[in-house]
């Protein structure tokens, strides 16, 4: 058995997203030459709620498309049965633009270094700035975000779920703990 | 999903769900090849070896360049038909190839049934690239994922195939697959080249616009001349005069229709110019789509390393506690 | 020295009789055959229990290929022989494609000489019809006759003129040899690998129609009724085939045939996975035509079961399908599958040995298949219960290509006699 304890909900996220559009608007200094890329499949319905709130302060939307980071994973040989591959959909240039990068977790960091490599084959963007929602820390890699929703202190035993509504029917973050 | 086959021997033996997530996956692999920077790591540091028996241009570039856009070394050997003219028998130049360790053996054959006689002996995964008159599975899977582009469904749909049914390994793989799908399948040829054993599995029928009326897809299948040593049909010119699709015969299938070919054409014998040139051709679509099914089944058959059923070295042991906590996050 | 075999089942085909009783073998002969328990062996008689077994004139095989001489990388007359045995035959024929073919004196006299020297199975060659196999001019039957062959055959080189088979069944009825004609129109069978049907293509293999087997019955059939003598069909393998020599028997032609137990217990099927075990020629045909052969057994259309024994090295199996030897071992597995078969169709245990011995006796007209008082002591032990399994290292046979390897069956031959020597006792 496993035990899980919340620690954000639909409330704590929302308020999360709405400092993090802020923060971005900030230090962009409006939204110009700005997209998002949600990196699949969690990133993506929080990049679309960004989206939605950078639109609310500022009045502009700002382009947003999905990549699929599978064929980027530096574990691909060593899984035994190879992971679904959805694709990637941007259907806009990233050269010269400024990249904010969506994911839910930031862990070792080779997510987002594989949605490093993924972005550079795909064009050459001005800038990338990196946004999670959550940090849990342990990196692998030399990796830090721009913007984060929350720094969650973990243990390497812990798993952190971020469920969203779109896919998992519930707003919440929860922190589970692994075996006995 | 998982995609649990180790090789792509033939479509007849895949279930629906394999052959559409086949699909999915070769679908998502297009967007790649529109790409300026063309090319993903995906198959870092695997090795493909192409082994042609029979000569065969197009498909060889088409699994080579699926290769080399997943970033596998792509080592083509045509030359095993020198050995195999040497006396090396076919398990002993297979056995060669596999002492060097490639990940994926692509087998084009003249005989039937060769993949899975590498297959059963063999370590890395086989693709079967055509064997004999058998299947040419990732021919019909191009097929299968230019049909869906443009009707977005199997089922219910009339696809007459017409042409040299007994010897196409293009009109078996395209036959089992769409059957297992939920088509209607129609074949058409001249009764030599049409079995009757297809009964179970199409209508069959020697006349083309018995099969054409009504039809949502239209697959015209190449006259192999060198094959046509037996007596099939009178003349070249005979054939044409009764199995050549012409603009004609379209005004009877549905106002949608698509035309396929897997190349290349014999224009005038099977297939008439304005057909392959006129709106209803999809013959290009079919083409860019064979890299992208090529790309799918390297990736799908080609990761997950090698599948040895030993038990792991300690190395190994913490490399799998380290991935699984790693994909655990 | 005396045998005496202990009350087992006597099955006699012959005599038409089935009784328990003891068997007593003196010199070689059969000296008596007495209620069970009347035996009264003296101190050095052998005793042989029988109890629960089947007592039967010894097993012939009237088509096998023992590959010597030329091919003894396949098989030599000594190991066929001992597969012979083991499989409970005690009298073989051989065909006459060996290298050189046994279109001569000379070579029967070889054979018929390793035979002697092997010392286990009787071994009856078959001569060539034609020189060479070559289908063109008629071998010396008469040579060959003195020299001791039982029949004469182009089996693997089937006859394509019909006025060599005409000149052939004239000639050999000369010399009471029966002609065993491999049934085959090679233009119509040109490049098929496997049975022309469902299989064929699905596995996109080019197919053998039953055509081409039953256009060549229909053929001989009618030179036959012109010509007289005798034809023996070798391993007929479709319905259509039954029924021409049903329809043929009930006419009054001279003709007989057998059948093997691939051809009635296996189908296209077996090609499944491009399994080159089961790839043989005549092919495996479908459900319907093993029903057919089935059917052909049960009333008498088809005289005999013969294995048409056919070693092949590994590698010539191991290989494309296309490019595969065909056939399959069998001397080994005949009674088993013979059993199995006999228990699906409700077959009689005096028809099964008639099929397995008198009659093969009857059409090559060999000593054996008889276990009358005065016969020669050839006699095979099965245990039709003793449930077994067919491994590769159990095989007597120089080769190993069978289908039906890893079987697990009921029924086998336990001691094979001839001429009142043990040759071969399983376990022994």
Same mark, same amino acid.
């Given at each position: 058995?496993?035990?899980?304890?919340?620690?954000?909900?639909?409330?704590?996220?929302?308020?999360?997203?709405?400092?993090?559009?802020?923060?971005?608007?900030?230090?962009?200094?409006?939204?110009?030459?700005?997209?998002?890329?949600?990196?699949?499949?969690?990133?993506?319905?929080?990049?679309?709620?960004?989206?939605?709130?950078?639109?609310?302060?500022?009045?502009?939307?700002?382009?947003?498309?999905?990549?699929?980071?599978?064929?980027?994973?530096?574990?691909?040989?060593?899984?035994?049965?190879?992971?679904?591959?959805?694709?990637?959909?941007?259907?806009?240039?990233?050269?010269?633009?400024?990249?904010?990068?969506?994911?839910?977790?930031?862990?070792?960091?080779?997510?987002?270094?594989?949605?490093?490599?993924?972005?550079?084959?795909?064009?050459?963007?001005?800038?990338?700035?990196?946004?999670?929602?959550?940090?849990?820390?342990?990196?692998?890699?030399?990796?830090?975000?721009?913007?984060?929703?929350?720094?969650?202190?973990?243990?390497?035993?812990?798993?952190?779920?971020?469920?969203?509504?779109?896919?998992?029917?519930?707003?919440?973050?929860?922190?589970?703990?692994?075996?006995? | 999903?998982?995609?649990?086959?180790?090789?792509?021997? +033939?479509?007849?033996?895949?279930?629906?769900?394999?052959?559409?997530?086949?699909?999915?996956?070769?679908?998502?692999?297009?967007?790649?090849?529109?790409?300026?920077?063309?090319?993903?790591?995906?198959?870092?540091?695997?090795?493909?070896?192409?082994?042609?028996?029979? $000569? &065969?241009?197009?498909?060889?570039?088409?699994?080579?360049?699926?290769?080399?856009?997943?970033?596998?070394?792509?080592?083509?050997?045509? +030359?095993?038909?020198?050995?195999?003219?040497?006396?090396?028998?076919?398990?002993?130049?297979?056995?060669?190839?596999?002492?060097?360790?490639?990940?994926?053996?692509?087998?084009?054959?003249?005989?039937?049934?060769?993949?899975?006689?590498?297959?059963?002996?063999?370590?890395?995964?086989?693709?079967?690239?055509?064997? +004999?008159?058998?299947?040419?599975?990732?021919?019909?899977?191009?097929?299968?994922?230019?049909?869906? @582009?443009?009707?977005?469904?199997?089922?219910?749909?009339?696809?007459?195939?017409?042409?040299?049914?007994?010897? &196409?390994?293009?009109?078996?793989?395209?036959?089992?697959?769409?059957?297992?799908? +939920?088509?209607?399948?129609?074949?058409?040829?001249?009764?030599?080249?049409?079995?009757?054993?297809?009964?179970?599995?199409?209508?069959?029928?020697?006349?083309?616009?018995?099969?054409?009326?009504?039809?949502?897809?239209?697959?015209?299948?190449?006259?192999?001349?060198?094959?046509?040593?037996?007596?099939?049909?009178?003349?070249?010119?005979?054939? &044409?005069?009764?199995?050549?699709?012409? @603009?004609?015969?379209?005004?009877?299938?549905? $106002?949608?229709?698509?035309?396929?070919?897997?190349?290349?054409?014999?224009?005038?014998?099977?297939? &008439?110019?304005?057909?392959?040139?006129?709106?209803?051709?999809?013959?290009?679509?079919?083409?860019?789509?064979?890299?992208?099914?090529?790309?799918?089944?390297?990736?799908?058959?080609?990761?997950?390393?090698?599948?040895?059923?030993?038990? $792991?070295?300690?190395?190994?042991?913490?490399?799998?506690?380290?991935?699984?906590?790693?994909?655990?996050? | 020295?005396?045998?005496?075999?202990?009350?087992?089942?006597?099955?006699?085909?012959?005599?038409?009789?089935?009784?328990?009783?003891?068997?007593?073998?003196?010199?070689?002969?059969?000296?008596?055959?007495?209620?069970? =328990?009347?035996?009264?062996?003296? #101190?050095?008689?052998?005793?042989?229990?029988?109890?629960?077994?089947?007592?039967?004139?010894?097993?012939? #095989?009237?088509?096998?290929?023992?590959?010597?001489?030329?091919?003894?990388?396949?098989?030599?007359?000594?190991?066929?022989?001992?597969?012979?045995?083991?499989?409970?035959?005690?009298?073989?024929?051989?065909?006459?494609?060996?290298?050189? %073919?046994?279109?001569?004196?000379?070579?029967?006299?070889?054979?018929?000489?390793?035979?002697?020297?092997?010392?286990?199975?009787?071994?009856?060659?078959?001569?060539?019809?034609?020189?060479?196999?070559?289908?063109?001019?008629?071998? !010396?039957?008469?040579?060959?006759?003195?020299?001791?062959?039982?029949?004469?055959?182009?089996?693997?080189?089937?006859?394509?003129?019909?006025?060599?088979?005409?000149?052939?069944?004239?000639?050999?009825?000369?010399?009471?040899?029966?002609?065993?004609?491999?049934?085959?129109?090679?233009?119509?069978?040109?490049? =098929? %690998?496997?049975?022309?049907?469902?299989?064929?293509?699905?596995?996109?293999?080019?197919?053998?129609?039953?055509?081409?087997?039953?256009?060549?019955?229909?053929?001989?059939?009618?030179?036959?009724?012109?010509?007289?003598?005798?034809?023996?069909?070798?391993?007929?393998?479709?319905?259509?085939?039954?029924?021409?020599?049903?329809?043929?028997?009930?006419? =009054?032609?001279?003709?007989?045939? !057998?059948?093997?137990?691939?051809?009635?217990?296996?189908?296209?099927?077996?090609?499944?996975?491009?399994?080159?075990?089961?790839?043989?020629?005549?092919?495996?045909?479908?459900?319907?035509?093993?029903?057919?052969?089935?059917?052909?057994?049960?009333?008498?259309?088809?005289?005999?079961?013969?294995?048409?024994?056919?070693?092949?090295?590994?590698? !010539?199996?191991?290989?494309?399908?296309?490019?595969?030897?065909?056939?399959?071992? =069998?001397?080994?597995?005949?009674?088993?599958?013979?059993?199995?078969?006999?228990?699906?169709?409700?077959?009689?245990?005096?028809?099964?040995?008639?099929?397995?011995?008198?009659?093969?006796?009857?059409?090559?007209?060999?000593?054996?298949?008889?276990?009358?008082?005065?016969?020669?002591?050839?006699?095979?032990?099965?245990?039709?219960?003793?449930?077994?399994?067919?491994?590769?290292?159990?095989?007597?046979?120089?080769?190993?290509?069978?289908?039906?390897?890893?079987?697990?069956?009921?029924?086998?031959?336990?001691?094979?006699?001839?001429?009142?020597?043990?040759?071969?006792?399983?376990?022994?």
């Amino acid at each position: 058995m496993s035990d899980e304890r919340r620690v954000l909900d639909a409330q704590g996220i929302d308020r999360a997203l709405t400092r993090i559009a802020h923060e971005i608007v900030e230090r962009n200094k409006g939204l110009a030459g700005l997209v998002l890329i949600g990196i699949r499949s969690r990133g993506v319905h929080l990049a679309d709620r960004l989206r939605r709130k950078l639109a609310e302060i500022d009045g502009t939307s700002v382009p947003m498309g999905i990549i699929d980071i599978t064929l980027y994973r530096d574990d691909l040989s060593r899984s035994h049965q190879q992971p679904e591959v959805k694709g990637t959909t941007i259907d806009f240039s990233i050269d010269d633009r400024r990249v904010i990068l969506v994911d839910d977790v930031l862990f070792t960091g080779r997510t987002v270094r594989a949605a490093l490599d993924a972005l550079m084959d795909l064009g050459r963007p001005l800038s990338v700035q990196l946004c999670v929602l959550v940090d849990r820390g342990h990196r692998e890699l030399p990796i830090r975000a721009d913007y984060v929703g929350k720094n969650l202190p973990t243990s390497r035993d812990q798993e952190v779920q971020v469920r969203v509504s779109e896919s998992d029917g519930v707003d919440e973050v929860v922190l589970v703990q692994r075996g006995g | 999903m998982r995609f649990s086959q180790r090789h792509l021997l +033939g479509l007849e033996e895949l279930d629906r769900e394999e052959i559409l997530f086949l699909l999915d996956t070769a679908a998502s692999f297009r967007e790649i090849s529109e790409r300026e920077i063309k090319k993903v790591p995906a198959l870092r540091g695997k090795t493909v070896v192409a082994a042609f028996f029979e $000569p &065969s241009t197009r498909t060889r570039i088409s699994f080579e360049i699926a290769a080399k856009r997943l970033s596998a070394d792509f080592v083509s050997l045509s +030359g095993t038909v020198s050995s195999a003219a040497k006396g090396e028998t076919l398990l002993d130049t297979a056995r060669n190839l596999a002492a060097m360790q490639p990940d994926v053996l692509v087998l084009r054959h003249p005989s039937a049934g060769t993949p899975h006689l590498l297959a059963k002996h063999l370590q890395c995964a086989v693709v079967n690239a055509g064997d +004999g008159c058998h299947e040419h599975p990732t021919q019909a899977l191009l097929d299968l994922l230019t049909i869906r @582009e443009r009707k977005g469904r199997f089922e219910g749909l009339v696809v007459a195939i017409v042409g040299d049914i007994l010897h &196409s390994r293009v009109a078996r793989s395209n036959l089992f697959a769409l059957r297992t799908l +939920g088509a209607e399948v129609r074949l058409a040829g001249p009764r030599t080249l049409l079995p009757s054993e297809c009964a179970p599995w199409a209508f069959t029928t020697p006349h083309l616009e018995e099969a054409v009326q009504g039809a949502d897809v239209v697959m015209l299948l190449r006259l192999q001349r060198e094959r046509q040593v037996g007596n099939f049909f009178p003349s070249l010119e005979e054939y &044409s005069r009764y199995y050549c699709l012409e @603009e004609g015969h379209l005004k009877l299938a549905k $106002p949608d229709v698509m035309v396929m070919h897997p190349g290349p054409l014999n224009r005038g014998i099977e297939i &008439s110019s304005a057909v392959a040139d006129g709106p209803y051709s999809v013959i290009l679509d079919q083409v860019a789509n064979g890299v992208a099914v090529r790309m799918a089944v390297l990736y799908l058959l080609g990761t997950g390393g090698r599948r040895v059923e030993a038990v $792991p070295t300690k190395t190994q042991m913490t490399a799998i506690q380290r991935s699984g906590r790693r994909a655990t996050r | 020295m005396s045998l005496w075999i202990r009350g087992g089942l006597v099955i006699d085909p012959a005599n038409d009789r089935e009784l328990v009783a003891d068997l007593h073998i003196v010199d070689g002969r059969i000296a008596a055959l007495t209620p069970p =328990g009347s035996a009264q062996p003296q #101190d050095h008689d052998l005793v042989i229990p029988a109890e629960s077994l089947w007592v039967v004139p010894g097993l012939i #095989d009237m088509h096998v290929h023992l590959r010597e001489p030329g091919y003894e990388y396949k098989e030599t007359i000594a190991t066929g022989a001992a597969a012979a045995v083991a499989g409970g035959f005690t009298a073989v024929a051989c065909m006459a494609n060996t290298m050189p %073919v046994n279109d001569s004196a000379a070579v029967t006299e070889f054979i018929l000489e390793r035979a002697r020297i092997a010392g286990l199975a009787r071994v009856y060659p078959i001569g060539a019809v034609s020189k060479g196999l070559a289908g063109r001019e008629l071998a !010396e039957m008469g040579e060959m006759h003195r020299a001791g062959i039982v029949a004469v055959s182009d089996d693997g080189q089937p006859i394509q003129d019909g006025l060599l088979m005409r000149r052939a069944l004239e000639y050999a009825s000369t010399f009471d040899l029966p002609v065993i004609a491999h049934e085959e129109d090679r233009a119509l069978s040109q490049g =098929g %690998v496997m049975n022309e049907g469902e299989w064929s293509f699905r596995l996109g293999l080019p197919g053998i129609p039953s055509a081409a087997e039953e256009s060549m019955v229909a053929r001989d059939l009618a030179i036959l009724e012109r010509t007289g003598g005798h034809l023996h069909i070798a391993h007929l393998s479709t319905a259509g085939s039954v029924e021409l020599v049903r329809a043929a028997k009930r006419r =009054g032609l001279p003709v007989t045939a !057998e059948v093997t137990p691939h051809h009635f217990t296996l189908t296209e099927a077996a090609v499944a996975g491009y399994n080159t075990q089961a790839k043989m020629n005549p092919p495996l045909r479908t459900v319907k035509d093993v029903q057919a052969v089935r059917e052909g057994l049960l009333d008498g259309t088809i005289d005999c079961i013969a294995t048409d024994h056919a070693p092949h090295h590994q590698d !010539e199996k191991l290989c494309e399908f296309d490019r595969a030897a065909n056939g399959i071992i =069998g001397l080994e597995t005949a009674v088993a599958l013979t059993l199995t078969m006999a228990r699906e169709i409700g077959w009689s245990r005096k028809q099964m040995i008639a099929a397995l011995s008198t009659n093969p006796a009857r059409i090559l007209k060999l000593p054996g298949g008889t276990l009358s008082v005065g016969a020669p002591a050839d006699i095979t032990l099965i245990d039709p219960e003793l449930q077994w399994v067919m491994g590769a290292e159990s095989s007597r046979s120089r080769s190993r290509n069978t289908p039906f390897l890893g079987y697990a069956f009921r029924g086998r031959a336990v001691m094979t006699i001839v001429e009142g020597q043990i040759k071969w006792r399983l376990g022994g």
